[in-house]
Nanobody, 126 residues
Framework: QVQLVESGGGLVQAGDSLRLSCAAS????????MAWFRQAPGKERELVAA????????YYPDSVKGRFTVSRDNAKNTVYLQMSSLVPEDTAAYYC???????????????????WGQGTQVTVSS
């Protein structure tokens, strides 16, 4: 098990940038594939970025591709989500998730993630 704590959310204006962080507990962080999901009020939770154990592979849905960048620092047990050119539609609670991985791949289904953070709110005003 790994415990995850997100930070960095807040209120920003359209066009601004924001970086989220997710700090993980435990000494086996490098064995987990990681991801960021978001959930807006009245909508289903959706994947916005995924990264493999080493950081060598990443995945983004079309909705954020080119604007969001996921990265990780295994020495610091932290994964990041750099968001730029934010739009009001990016307003949501953002969640960090971890999945035990036996290979260096990215996982894109929510059901593959068994460890979740408490979320951090991002609000983008127009």
């Amino acid at each position: 098990q790994v415990q995850l704590v997100e930070s960095g959310g807040g209120l920003v204006q359209a066009g601004d940038s924001l970086r989220l962080s997710c700090a993980a507990s435990g000494r086996t962080f490098s064995t987990y594939a990681m991801a960021w999901f978001r959930q807006a009020p009245g909508k289903e939770r959706e994947l916005v970025a995924a990264i493999s154990r080493t950081g060598g592979r990443t995945y983004y849905p079309d909705s954020v591709k080119g604007r969001f960048t996921v990265s990780r620092d295994n020495a610091k047990n932290t994964v990041y989500l750099q968001m730029s050119s934010l739009v009001p539609e990016d307003t949501a609670a953002y969640y960090c998730a971890a999945a035990e991985a036996v290979w260096d791949g990215v996982f894109i289904r929510q059901t593959q993630y068994r460890n979740w953070g408490q979320g951090t709110q991002v609000t983008v005003s127009s």
